[in-house]
Structures are given as C-alpha cells and as structure tokens.
C-alpha cells in the first residue's frame, strides 16, 4: 500500500492531499499561496505543517507511514519552500522525474519532501522566454494525446504536447488575473460580477468580435454601456466581457498547428473558450470534464512518483 501527501502550491491558493494508491483520501485547501508569501514568507511553511498534522489525525496515521510530501507549483519559487531552477523544455515523464529534488524540512515535519521542478523555454529573446511551475504536472495527469492544452487559471497556460507526452513549447496570458482585477477595480466594478452565470453564446460572440474589430480597451468600456444604456442582463453583460478578454488568445490558439485542442482548468473559462474555438475554427475541441480536471495535479504528481506513463 502506498500512501502519499500531495501538495499543489500556487498563486493564491495550496492544497494538499492524503493518497492511497493513486486514490485522494482527503483535501485540504487554503487560500495562502505564492502572492501572500511575497510579505510573509513563514505563512506557507506554518499552513502546510498544519495541514500534514490535520490529514496524519484524521485518518490515525504517524508520520513514519508517511513515505514522502511530493509538491509541485509555486512552492518550488522564490516564494515558495525551495527555490529550485526550471528544467529545459522538452519535459516529460523522464525528464521531470529526472529533475526531483529530494530534502528534509524538520520545522515542517519529519517527512522527506521531494518537489518537482517547474519547466522553462528558451529564453534567447522576449516573445520566446516562458515559465511554468505546476502545470507540467497538471498535464501528465490528464494527457490524452498530442495536442494543445489549454490550462485556464490565475495565469492561462497555452501548451503544445507531442505523442509521447513531452511538453515541447507553451505560452502564459494573465486572463484569470486580469477578470478579477479589471471587474473588481476599475468602473466596471457595478457592470460585471464574477458569478457562476450560464454563458450567453451570442453575447460572448459578439464581446469577441467587438474586441477583434474595435481593440480590447473600447470593448472594455462598452460592457457598462450595455449594462446602463441596453439594460443586457448580467449573464449577458458577463459573456460580452470575457468574449473581449478571451479574443487574442483565442486568435491565437486558432492559429497553433494543432488540429486537436484539450481544455482543462476553471470551468466558466473553459467553457466559454470552447464555444469560441468551436464557432472560430474546425478543430477538435475536447472539454476534460470537471471530475478529471480536478484531480489531475494529483494524478500527476502520483504519476511522476512512480515512473508510471
């Protein structure tokens, strides 16, 4: 019997999870992550020790049935336990496990930590130069053959994976950033509320065009026209403003060589980007469904853990 705790540290939030055998046993989430850690760099490490104890009492356990604490994400930055260097794309199964760290963390618990490290690419010039922490592992866990993945989130990750499940390039938008930040702090703050609205197809269609025709800022501006002047109803002033957000990366993805798309992460996102690509393009457009996307971090960690493809 293999039993594991996993711990996924991004952005904004940490999770950690008690597994037996490739089966989560339990979660544990907590909204302290990277951008917290910026200020108070002994929140996370008090947060997960907190978390450990929590799952070893819940379920009776001691610390020596415990072989390892495997953690990807954030946690291996600057703001997370270790600062540890990307590895060099491409990135699979080999070479992530290649790239493990193993190290004893006694403040935090008497478990050997192993993290895996976040990928990179080639940094010879500006439109090139990426990073990911996280998501390689998310990827490993719902691969479902070569394509392009769409990992929706705080940061969108746009990734190219090949046959054998090799990450071989990848790009970053701040669209999950940039929905809170521009509906929470500018005058959009009355127009648009973040919701879990049904999305309006037309609507998000017409925010798309009107981006694509006329520039994201004036798109921007016209979601409080059609909120106080054409009294559209909030599903229909929501669907407006993220067609606009979504337009470039969209475009973008149109124009990727992979004929097979995969669309994991948050679902308003996800869903709407699949509209998009499926009323923009003719490829193949696949939903990784809600109950897979949400434990695919873990899956993959497990993966990674033993060797498995």
Do not use: W
């Amino acid at each position: 019997m293999t039993r594991l705790i996993t711990i996924d540290s991004g952005t904004t939030n940490t999770r950690l999870c008690l597994v037996e055998n490739g089966r989560i046993l339990q979660t544990l989430s907590f909204p302290v992550g990277a951008t917290k850690s910026v200020d108070n760099k002994t929140l996370l490490a008090a947060t997960i020790q907190n978390g450990i104890r929590t799952l070893l009492q819940n379920y009776d356990l001691q610390e020596t049935d415990i072989p390892c604490v495997i953690c990807c994400g954030m946690i291996t930055s600057e703001f997370g336990l270790v600062n540890l260097p990307h590895i060099p794309l491409p990135a699979g199964i080999s070479e992530l496990r290649r790239g493990m760290y193993r190290c004893n963390i006694p403040e935090i618990s008497s478990i050997p930590f192993v993290f895996i490290r976040g990928i990179k690419t080639d940094f010879e010039t500006l439109e090139k130069a990426d990073v990911m922490r996280g998501e390689e592992t998310e990827i490993m866990g719902i691969f479902a053959g070569p394509g392009l993945y769409i990992l929706p989130g705080s940061h969108n990750k746009i990734i190219t994976v090949d046959e054998n499940c090799r990450i071989t390039d990848f790009r970053t938008t701040l669209t999950g950033e940039m929905l809170q930040a521009i509906a929470g702090n500018t005058i959009l703050k009355d127009a648009v509320t973040l919701d879990d609205y049904e999305i309006s197809e037309e609507d998000l269609l017409e925010g798309y065009h009107y981006a694509r025709t006329h520039g994201i800022s004036e798109a921007l501006f016209k979601v409080r026209v059609l909120k106080n002047h054409f009294h559209k109803t909030k599903a229909a002033v929501y669907s407006f403003y993220l067609g606009a957000l979504l337009q470039c990366e969209v475009d973008n993805m149109i124009a990727a060589p992979a004929q097979n798309i995969y669309i994991g992460g948050k679902q308003a996102i996800k869903n709407a980007l699949a509209l998009l690509l499926r009323a923009r393009s003719d490829k193949a457009v696949t939903v990784i469904p809600d109950n897979i996307a949400a434990h695919s971090m873990v899956k993959g960690m497990y993966k990674l853990y033993k060797g498995e493809n």
